[in-house]
C-alpha cells in the first residue's frame, strides 16, 4: 500500500473495518445506499482495487476513473437483466467488485483466479469474453436486435472509451446502430487517454466537444444564483430554463452522434454519483439509441496514477519478472532490443519509418517517436488501417516497421494478406508478445500467429532464439524486397556470444552438434536456448543430444532440413506456439512425404484456450520448460535404446499436450 498510497488512502484505511463493501453481495445492494454512502463505497472499491493491482499486476487507471460510473451504472441498471458490455473489459474491476466477486477480487490474474477481463463463466453479470477493443457497441447492438426480435425485456449498455471509439470497428457499430434505431445506450467513457494521449480527428473533436462541461458547470453556478435573488428568483429560473433547452437543441443538431443517429446527453462529470444516476436513471427510458458522455479522469483518487495515466494503465505483479531460460542479469527485453535495434536501423536508413496502433510504449515504436516524431506514426487502436496504411508507405518508397502485439495483429490478417503479401510488399512486422503472454489470459495468448502467417505468400516468418538474432534479423529484413514477420516473447533475452551464424533466408543454424549423437531438437525462438541448456546437462551423463535452431517458420528450405535430419533415429520439433498449423506439424508433414522414419514428437499449444497464469507455468504446463524438454528427450532416449530409465523426478508426469508420431 505505502507505495501507492496518497493521504487519501491512508484516511481510508481507518475506516476499512466498517467496510460497506462487505454488506454487498451483489448489484441490488446498492439500492438501498444513500449518496454518501455510494461515495463512500467508491472509495473503498478503489483502495481494494489499488491494493490488489498493486500484489498481483492489473490494469489499475483506466479501474479508478470508472469507479463511480460503475457503481451509478449498477444502481440504476438492473444487470443482468439490463446487459452492460464493457469495451475491452480491462475496466471492469468494480463491475466485479459489485456482482458478488469481492471475496474473491484477490486471485485476479493469477492461475485459476478471477479474470481481469469480463468472463461469462465467471459471472451472469458478465455479458461478453474481452480484452481485444472496440467490440462493445457491435455485440451489444447484436444482443439488443436479439432480445427485439424475441421479444424480450431489458436494457442493454456499452461502455466504451475514446481511445476505443477511435477504431474502425466503433465506428462500423455507430453507422449500424444508427440505422436500426434500436434504443442502445451507448456510454462513452472519455478520459482524453488512450493508453496514451487519444490520437486523430475523432478524439479531437470529442475534446471540443467537452469544452462545453465549462458551460455546463457555469450554468449551475448561475442558476444557483438567479434562485437567491428575492421574490423574482424563481420566475427568473423558469424563464432561463426555457431558454437553455433551446440553446441545447441548436448545439445538439451539430453533433456527431446525433448525424449518426443517437440522441447526446453529456458531457457529464463521471465522478459525480447524483449527476450520473440522474442521466441514467432518465435516458433508461428512451425508446432510441443515445450517447451519454462521460468525463472521467484516467486513475482517479492516486495522484501518481491521475498524474501518469500512461505509466499507470497496466502494472506487472509486484515480485519482479523471472528472467527467461539462459538469461543472465544483463540480459534485456525482447521489446528494448527491438526499440534499439529500430533506432540504429533508422538511422542507417532514412527511408525507415515506424507504424504503432495505439501500442507505442509497449512495443518501444515510442523511443522512435522520441528521437524523429515525424518517422513514427500512432495511428489509434486501428491494427487493420495501420497494416494497410504501411502498403501505402511501403509502395511510396519508404521501409516501414509496424509493431504490434501478436494477439492483437488478428485483427489485420486479411491486410497483411491481400494488402501486403499478395503486393510483396516489404513491410517488416515485429510482433510483441509472441507465444504464450500470461496473466491477461485467453484473449491476449501470441500462440496463434505461427499458424496465421507462416502459410501466406512472400511471407517470411522468423523467430528470433536471442537479441543478437533480433537485431541481425532486423538488418537482414530491411534489405529483403519483400514482408518479413518477426515475433518474439515478452521475456527476457538470452545473449550467448557463441551465436553469431550469419542469416541465411529458410534455413536455421546448430547451437548443439556432436558426433553420434541421435536425438535431434529443433526449435524456434527463445526456445532454442532452453532446448542447449538441456543439452548440455544431459551431455554430462553421457547423453548426447544436438540443438537446431530453426530461425524461420517460413520460408523452410525442406531439402536443407531433410537432410540434417537424417541422421537421427529421433526427432523433437518446440514451439511457443499451437501444433496445430504450426512448424511442427509441417516438419512431421515434411518427413511423412519423404519417407524420414525417425521418432517424431512435436511440443507446442494444443488449440485450446490457453488460461491466465504466468508464463513460465503456462510454459511448463505445454512442456516447454527445460524439465518438460529433458523428459520428452529422456523418453524418447530411453525408448531408442540410447538412455537407462530415466530418474524418478523426471518421469512422474508427461505433459498433456504431446503428440507422438512414433513409427
Ligand atoms: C485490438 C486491440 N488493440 C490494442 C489493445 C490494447 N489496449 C488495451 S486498453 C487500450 C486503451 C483503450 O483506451 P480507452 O478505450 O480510452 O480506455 P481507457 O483505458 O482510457 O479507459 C489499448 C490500446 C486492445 N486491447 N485491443
Known amino acids: 500500500m505505502a507505495a501507492y498510497a496518497g493521504n487519501r488512502f491512508q484516511e481510508m484505511i481507518q475506516y476499512k473495518d466498517m467496510s460497506l463493501l462487505d454488506r454487498i453481495s451483489g448489484p441490488a445492494d446498492l439500492r438501498d445506499l444513500s449518496i454518501s454512502e455510494l461515495r463512500r463505497l467508491a472509495e473503498e472499491v478503489r483502495l481494494r482495487i489499488i491494493e490488489t493491482v498493486q500484489r498481483n499486476g492489473g490494469h489499475l487507471a483506466s479501474n479508478l476513473g470508472a469507479v463511480e460510473l460503475t457503481i451509478a451504472l449498477h444502481r440504476v441498471f438492473e444487470s443482468p437483466t439490463d446487459a452492460i458490455v464493457w469495451d475491452v473489459g480491462h475496466q471492469c474491476y468494480a463491475h466485479k467488485i459489485l456482482t458478488g466477486r469481492a471475496s474473491r477480487f484477490g486471485t485476479l490474474r493469477k492461475k485459476g483466479g478471477l479474470s481481469g477481463f469480463p468472463k461469462r463463466q465467471e459471472s451472469e453479470h458478465d455479458t461478453f469474453d474481452t480484452g481485444h477493443s472496440s467490440t462493445a457497441i457491435s455485440s451489444a447492438l447484436g444482443l439488443l436486435a436479439a432480445r427485439d426480435r424475441l421479444s424480450q425485456g431489458g436494457r442493454v449498455i456499452a461502455v466504451v472509451g475514446d481511445g476505443a471509439l477511435t477504431s474502425g470497428l466503433s465506428m462500423e457499430g455507430l453507422s449500424n446502430a444508427g440505422q436500426l434505431g434500436l434504443p442502445l445506450i451507448l456510454v462513452l467513457n472519455d478520459n482524453r487517454m488512450s493508453i496514451s494521449h487519444s490520437v486523430g480527428s475523432i478524439s479531437r473533436y470529442l475534446s471540443k466537444l467537452s469544452a462545453s462541461i465549462r458551460y455546463q458547470t457555469f450554468r449551475a453556478r448561475i442558476d444557483a444564483l438567479v434562485l437567491k435573488i428575492p421574490r423574482i428568483g424563481t420566475t427568473i429560473y423558469a424563464f432561463i430554463k426555457r431558454a437553455k433547452r433551446a440553446v441545447k437543441a441548436i448545439f445538439f443538431k451539430e453533433n456527431l452522434f446525433a448525424d449518426y443517429g443517437f440522441e447526446y446527453v453529456g458531457p457529464i462529470d463521471g465522478h459525480s454519483i447524483p449527476a450520473l444516476i440522474d442521466v441514467f436513471s432518465h435516458v433508461r427510458h428512451l425508446n432510441r439509441p443515445v450517447v451519454v458522455h462521460v468525463v472521467t479522469k484516467k486513475g ?257 528450405d525442406e531439402a536443407h532440413l531433410a537432410a540434417l535430419c537424417a541422421p537421427y533415429g529421433g526427432i523433437v520439433t518446440l514451439e511457443d506456439g499451437v501444433r496445430s498449423g504450426g512448424v511442427g506439424e509441417s516438419i512431421g508433414a515434411m518427413f511423412a512425404r519423404r519417407d524420414n522414419r525417425a521418432t517424431f514428437i512435436a511440443r507446442g499449444f494444443d488449440v485450446i484456450p490457453l488460461a491466465q497464469a504466468t508464463r513460465e507455468e503456462l510454459l511448463s504446463a505445454a512442456g516447454l520448460d527445460e524439465k518438460g524438454i529433458a523428459r520428452v528427450v529422456l523418453d524418447m532416449a530411453q525408448s531408442l535404446g540410447f538412455a537407462e530409465p530415466r530418474p524418478q523426478a523426471l518421469s512422474s508426469r508427461r505433459a498433456p499436450l504431446e503428440v507422438q508420431h512414433g513409427r
Not at 527511408?351 to 510504449?361: D, H, L, P
Not at 545473449?495 to 535431434?520: H, V
Not at 526456445?527 to 517460413?554: C, E, P, T
Open 300 to 556: 482517479k483518487g492516486l495522484e501518481k496514477a491521475e498524474d501518469d495515466p500512461e505509466s499507470f494503465h497496466g502494472l506487472g505483479p509486484a515480485c519482479p519478472d523471472i528472467p527467461g531460460p539462459g538469461t543472465s542479469s544483463h540480459s534485456e527485453s525482447f521489446t528494448s532490443v527491438f526499440a534499439n535495434a529500430l533506432l540504429s536501423a533508422a538511422e542507417r536508413d532514412p527511408r525507415v519509418v515506424g507504424v504503432t496502433a495505439a501500442m507505442g510504449t509497449g512495443t518501444g515504436i515510442s523511443k522512435l517517436a522520441d528521437r524523429w516524431p515525424h518517422r513514427a506514426y500512432d495511428v489509434g487502436i486501428a491494427e487493420q488501417h495501420a497494416v494497410a496504411f504501411a502498403a501505402g508507405l511501403a509502395q511510396g518508397g519508404l521501409r516501414p516497421v509496424v509493431a504490434i502485439y501478436s494477439t492483437f495483429m488478428q485483427r489485420a490478417v486479411d491486410q497483411v494478406f491481400q494488402d501486403v503479401a499478395l503486393a510483396k510488399l516489404p513491410v517488416l512486422f515485429a510482433l510483441d508478445r509472441a507465444g504464450a503472454v500470461g496473466e491477461d489470459g485467453e484473449t491476449h495468448q501470441g500462440i496463434y500467429d505461427l499458424a496465421l502467417f507462416k502459410a501466406m505468400p512472400n511471407l517470411v516468418v522468423f523467430a528470433p532464439a536471442d537479441a543478437n538474432e533480433l537485431a541481425a534479423f532486423m538488418k537482414f529484413a530491411l534489405t529483403l524486397d519483400q514482408p518479413a514477420i518477426m515475433r518474439y516473447p515478452k521475456a527476457f533475452s538470452a545473449c550467448p556470444a557463441t551465436d553469431t551464424a550469419p542469416l541465411e533466408l529458410g534455413k536455421g543454424t546448430f547451437l548443439r552438434k556432436s558426433p553420434g549423437a541421435s536425438i535431434l531438437v529443433l526449435a524456434l525462438g527463445p526456445l532454442a536456448h532452453s532446448a542447449v541448456s538441456v543439452s548440455d546437462a544431459l551431455r554430462k551423463s553421457g547423453l548426447k543430444i544436438d540443438v537446431y535452431n530453426l530461425r524461420f517458420a517460413a520460408p523452410v
